[in-house]
């Protein structure tokens, strides 16, 4: 084998070595993206249930709980 044909499988064989790395980048960047997405998506929810509940207590009647003897824990504990 002469010393042309070595180094054309040499780059052959990084050629594909780089092709396969690069393949795997591409699929663990869609994977974070989907990530983001979904993280996004529920970020966005709970921005919404914490509006709907800050709404809720604004809307509520302003009462405060009312203790009885029964509630409070004696001062041996």
């Known amino acids: 084998m002469s010393d042309d044909a070595m180094s054309d499988n040499a780059i052959e064989l990084r050629i594909e070595t780089l092709e ?5 980048l591409d699929n663990t960047v869609q994977q974070l993206n ?3 997405l979904r993280q996004y998506r529920d ?3 709970l921005q919404m249930q914490h509006t709907e509940l800050l709404n809720r207590m604004s809307q509520a009647p302003d ?3 009312v ?3 029964a509630d409070e824990v ?3 504990y």
């Open 43 to 45: 970020i966005e929810r």
């Open 34 to 36: 989907e990530v983001i």
């Open 67 to 69: 203790t009885t003897a």
């Open 74 to 76: 004696p001062p041996h």
């Open 63 to 65: 009462s405060t709980p």
């Open 20 to 24: 396969l790395k690069l393949m795997d």
